[in-house]
Nanobody, 123 residues
Framework: QLQLVESGGGLVQPGGSLRLSCAYS????????IGWFRQAPGKEREGVSY????????YYADSVKGRFTISRDSAKNTVYLQMNSLKPEDTAVYYC????????????????WGRGTQVTVSS
């Protein structure tokens, strides 16, 4: 059973930084696409960033490009989301999710989800 557990959320002032972690386990395929999504109250879920474990390729939403960085430590089975220059509009519950390919993650919707971690950007 694939499991994903997020950590690292919290309260930060505008302009600050946070690093989210997603520890994963139970993968049975050789490669996955792991992504970060977020959902703010009253808003639709938004794909933030994805990384492929096959070749390390990454994707960023325009709203976070240049501020967020996704990375992976294969030895620790962990994906990170480094978030810099945070803005109040980044406030949301951030979810880690995974599936076998970019189509499943981006178009169809990932099959595997963590429980989420709250990020609040406020002064």
């Amino acid at each position: 059973q694939l499991q994903l557990v997020e950590s690292g959320g919290g309260l930060v002032q505008p302009g600050g930084s946070l690093r989210l972690s997603c520890a994963y386990s139970g993968f049975t395929l050789d490669y996955y696409v792991i992504g970060w999504f977020r959902q703010a109250p009253g808003k639709e879920r938004e794909g933030v960033s994805y990384i492929s474990t096959r070749d390390g390729s990454t994707y960023y939403a325009d709203s976070v490009k240049g501020r967020f960085t996704i990375s992976r430590d294969s030895a620790k089975n962990t994906v990170y989301l480094q978030m810099n220059s945070l803005k109040p509009e980044d406030t949301a519950v951030y979810y880690c999710a995974a599936d076998k390919g970019i189509y499943e993650v981006v178009a169809k919707g990932p099959a595997y989800w963590g429980r989420g971690t709250q990020v609040t950007v406020s002064s």
